[in-house]
C-alpha cells in the first residue's frame, strides 16, 4: 500500500532528526483512509473483500503494524453492501458479512485476528454491473466504487482434445475468444510430474509435483472485438525450461507416461490492469508507484477478474518421446 509506504517514511524520518531543535510538526491530524481491495469472480459462489484502515501515529510504525485496531475496523460499526444494477436501474444488494475463519500468513502486519468480508449466498449476475459501499457508522465515513464483470472463458478449441502434443521444434498455439470486458489475459501452464526414490518395493510410492510455466500476458486494446486471442511459445523453450528445473538424478524414477498438463488461464478487467501495470517493478533510478485507485474516498481496488482452469491434459507420443529423448529434458524420465 503506497499510503502505508509514506506513513512508515513519514515515522522514520522524524525519528532521523528528533535530535534537532525544529517546531516542525510532520504529525498532521488524522484523515481516516479506508484501504479496500475486493475482485468480483463470477466463476466463485462466494466474494471476498478485504478492508482495512490506513494508520499514522506517533510512535513505532513496525510496532503498530501488530496491533489489530489500528489496521483492522471495529466489525461492529462497519457495514459493506454490493448493490446490483442492470441497465441503470438497481435491482438487488447483498450484505457482505465479517469471517475470521482465513488464516493470513506471518508477516509485518499482525495476522490474527484477520478479518475479511464475504458474500452470504451466490449472487453475481454476469449482465450486471456492481457497485461497493463501504461504510463507518461510527465516524459516518462512505466509500465507494463500481465495476463490470469480467466474463466466462470458453473452452478454447485445442483444449477440446484429452490430448496435447507440444512438438519440440515449432510454436505451440492456443488462441481463446475474448470474454466482456475483458482486458489483460494471462495464461499459466502447470506441467505434472510424478517421482520416487528407486527401490525394489513393487508397490510405487510417487510424489506429484508441478512445474509452471507462465507466459507473457495479452493486453486486448480493442475489447469490443471478437478476433481471436493467440497465446504461444517455441516448444524448445518450454521443453528446455522443464528441463532446467528437473536435474538428473539416478536414484530418482519420473515415469514419461504419468505427465500432464494443467491450463490456467486468468482474465483482469481494465481498472484491474491498469492497477497492475502501475504496480510492477520498473528498471528506473526513481521507485515512485503511481497512486492510483477507482475508489471514491478510499484507496485500493475494487474491480473484475475470471479465472479458469482446463487440467489433466496428456502428452501425445510425440510429446513424451521428446521428454525422453531430447537434449533438453535426457535422463529426467524414464
Known amino acids: 500500500m503506497k499510503h502505508l509506504k509514506n506513513t512508515l517514511l513519514v515515522i522514520l524520518f522524524t525519528q532521523l532528526f528528533a535530535g534537532c531543535d525544529n517546531d516542525l510538526d510532520v504529525i498532521d491530524d ?41 489496521i483492522y475496523y471495529d466489525t461492529a460499526f462497519t457495514q459493506l453492501y454490493l448493490e446490483e444494477f442492470i441497465n441503470g436501474i438497481s435491482k438487488d444488494t447483498d450484505t457482505l458479512v465479517p469471517d475470521f475463519s482465513i488464516s493470513k500468513d506471518e508477516g509485518l502486519f499482525v495476522n490474527s485476528p484477520h478479518v475479511i468480508y464475504r458474500t452470504p449466498t451466490e449472487f453475481l449476475n454476469s449482465q450486471a454491473q456492481y457497485k461497493l459501499i463501504f461504510n463507518n457508522k461510527k465516524s459516518g465515513k462512505t466509500v465507494t466504487g463500481t465495476t463490470k464483470l469480467v466474463g466466462k472463458l470458453l473452452t478454447p478449441p485445442i483444449l477440446g482434445l484429452n490430448e496435447i502434443d507440444i512438438p519440440v521444434d515449432n510454436t505451440f498455439s492456443i488462441k481463446i475468444t475474448p470474454v466482456a470486458n475483458g482486458k489483460i489475459y494471462g495464461l499459466q501452464i502447470f506441467f505434472n510430474y510424478a517421482e ?139
Open 30 to 70: 488524522y484523515k481516516e483512509t479506508p484501504v479496500i481491495y475486493g475482485l468480483l469472480n463470477l466463476s466463485d459462489s462466494i466474494q471476498y473483500i478485504r478492508v482495512q484502515k490506513a494508520y499514522l501515529g506517533v510512535g513505532n510504525a513496525l510496532l503498530m503494524a501488530q496491533y489489530s485496531d489500528s
Open 196 to 334: 520416487e526414490k528407486k527401490s525394489n518395493n513393487p508397490i510405487h510410492n510417487y510424489e506429484y509435483k508441478s512445474i509452471s510455466y507462465i507466459l507473457p500476458n495479452i493486453v486486448n486494446n480493442n475489447t469490443s472485438s471478437i478476433q481471436p486471442l493467440t497465446f504461444s511459445f517455441f516448444g524448445g523453450d518450454f521443453y528446455s525450461y522443464i528441463g532446467s528445473r528437473l536435474p538428473i538424478d539416478t536414484s530418482i524414477s519420473r515415469p514419461a507416461q504419468l505427465t500432464s498438463l494443467d491450463f490456467k488461464f486468468t482474465i483482469g478487467a481494465e481498472d484491474f490492469y491498469i492497477y497492475y501495470s502501475i504496480n510492477q517493478p520498473n528498471n528506473s533510478i526513481t521507485q515512485n508507484i503511481p497512486d492510483f485507485t477507482n475508489l471514491v474516498d478510499g484507496k485500493g481496488i475494487f474491480s473484475s477478474r475470471n479465472k479458469r482452469t482446463f487440467p489433466n491434459y496428456k502428452l501425445k507420443s510425440n510429446s513424451i518421446s521428446t521428454l525422453l529423448n531430447s537434449t533438453y529434458t535426457y535422463g529426467r524420465f524414464e
